[in-house]
T-cell receptor
Framework: GAVVSQHPSWVICKSGTSVKIECRSL??????MFWYRQFPKQSLMLMAT?????????EQGVEKDKFLINHASLTLSTLTVTSAHPEDSSFYIC????????????????FGPGTRLTVT | QKEVEQNSGPLSVPEGAIASLNCTYS??????FFWYRQYSGKSPELIMS????GDKEDGRFTAQLNKASQYVSLLIRDSQPSDSATYLC????????????FGQGTELSVKP
């Protein structure tokens, strides 16, 4: 099956510092990865679409200078939360689908285990 | 109108009963439909995908799709306490880009 990993699984940082979260596809190549944020008792909120070798596409209202996304290879995308503040504390989850699936009927998207960020 | 709507719940069913989860979507050109299960504090797990009208069965789970009515449902037979979770309906719209549109989720509680 398609396995997506994230690192770290949880992180605590001080206000004003930056945090990097890694998302890896372990057994397949992911041309596209997605980054979500989820607050307690709320549904997933898509933050951005990460495309290998090109700039990420951010959803409306998401600050691209604060949430830096780099998709440097077909198996790795990173999300850096810059100058983190307590309101950035959330559950960050990435997902991925493999090449060729985007417009096919066999499209499936798999989620990583998530990273819980706490900013103090 | 929200793009993907689910019953807000919580839905409570006794152990062994059938749990019925419903979802409607607004984009008539949507291609693919998914049900994810999310346990508290965990990330979503794909449990069913369905692409054409009709029923699709996988073990105790049955997904039903009616594109004319823009409706997709998930039935869980012989519900178990371990099925207690939030179920997310996700729809891939016609537009390219691959992103999914999620409903707000329905919390299911299966009582022993």
């Amino acid at each position: 099956g398609a396995v997506v990993s994230q690192h770290p699984s949880w992180v605590i940082c001080k206000s004003g510092t930056s945090v990097k979260i890694e998302c890896r596809s372990l057994d397949f190549q992911a041309t596209t990865m997605f980054w979500y944020r989820q607050f307690p008792k709320q549904s997933l909120m898509l933050m951005a679409t990460s495309n290998e070798g090109s700039k990420a596409t951010y959803e409306q209202g998401v600050e691209k200078d604060k949430f830096l996304i780099n998709h440097a290879s077909l198996t790795l995308s990173t999300l850096t939360v810059t100058s983190a503040h307590p309101e950035d504390s959330s559950f960050y989850i990435c997902s991925a689908h493999g090449p060729g699936q985007e417009d096919s009927g066999a499209y499936e998207q798999y989620f990583g285990p998530g990273t819980r960020l706490t900013v103090t | 109108q929200k793009e993907v709507e689910q019953n807000s719940g919580p839905l409570s069913v006794p152990e062994g009963a059938i749990a019925s989860l419903n979802c409607t979507y607004s984009d008539r050109g949507s291609q693919s439909f998914f049900w994810y299960r999310q346990y508290s504090g965990k990330s979503p797990e794909l449990i069913m995908s369905i692409y054409s009208n009709g029923d699709k069965e996988d073990g105790r789970f049955t997904a039903q799709l009616n594109k004319a009515s823009q409706y997709v449902s998930l039935l869980i037979r012989d519900s178990q306490p371990s099925d207690s979770a939030t179920y997310l309906c996700a729809v891939k719209p016609w537009i390219q880009g691959g992103k999914l549109i999620f409903g707000q989720g329905t919390e299911l509680s299966v009582k022993p």
